[in-house]
């Protein structure tokens, strides 16, 4: 069965400074990788996406991801946060058929705080 | 741009009442979804819905839910009796293809 780790529950950034927020997942074959932020009372919203290709996608709002095969990882970055990035931020597997359909397995999420 | 729309934004019902929540998914997309997340949890798959059955239900989707696309915008979950438990926010979400989109959610509150 697919799984989604977040190992940082918490991470608090001063504004300005960069950020990286870790992913690992598990799936037997090459999985859809996805992130999303969830402002506070609202819905997910879809910051980029990983297929296959290029390791280095880039997405939404000015953040980025690199894929990395040999530790199941797809780290989120931004190189400079606005402190209206505070919010939780999602890693998600889907099973890696084209078409739509796909279940999405959710990390358990990283609240992110940021400091003035 | 387009969006998934939900309604109602928060509900409150009494266990072993029956509710209904409503999405509108985006116009072309031919797949839709159905997710929880209880507070302080992650988010959890309940259902994907494609030319008019279910494709795929997880464990939680037991009898008690039902979904159904009564006409050709609407996307809704029904709970036939609501347990204390099914408290929580349930996401409705469609797609074109693998990337899944996302609307603000329904906050259900069972007392």
């Known amino acids: 069965a697919q799984s989604v780790t977040q190992p940082d529950i918490h991470i608090t950034v001063s504004e300005g400074a960069s950020l990286e927020l870790r992913c690992n997942y598990s799936?037997?074959?090459?999985?859809?990788l996805f992130w999303y932020v969830q402002s506070p009372g609202q819905g997910l919203q879809l910051l980029l996406k990983y297929f296959s290709g290029d390791t280095l996608v880039q997405g939404i709002k000015g953040f980025e991801a690199e894929f990395k095969r040999s530790q199941s990882s797809l780290n989120l970055r931004k190189r400079s946060v606005h402190w209206s990035g505070a919010a939780e931020y999602f890693c998600?597997?889907?099973?890696?058929?084209?078409?739509?359909?796909?279940?999405?397995?959710f990390g358990t999420g990283t609240q992110l705080k940021v400091e003035l | 741009e387009p969006e998934v729309t939900q309604t109602p934004s928060h509900q409150v019902t009494q266990m072993g009442q029956e509710v209904i929540l409503r999405c509108v998914p985006i116009?072309?997309?031919?797949?839709f979804y159905w997710y929880r997340q209880i507070l302080g949890q992650k988010v959890e798959f309940l259902v994907s819905?494609?030319?008019?059955?279910?494709?795929?239900k997880s464990e939680i989707f037991d009898d008690q839910f039902s979904v159904e696309r009564p006409d050709g915008s609407n996307f809704t979950l029904k709970i036939r009796s609501t347990k204390l438990e099914d408290s929580a926010m349930y996401f409705c979400a469609s797609s074109a293809g693998a990337e899944q989109y996302f609307g603000p959610g329904t906050r259900l509150t069972v007392t």
């Open positions: 116009s072309n997309h031919l797949y």
């Open positions: 799936y037997g074959a090459t999985p859809y």
């Open positions: 998600a597997v889907g099973e890696g058929v084209t078409g739509g359909g796909n279940k999405l397995t």
């Open positions: 819905f494609y030319n008019n059955e279910i494709s795929e």
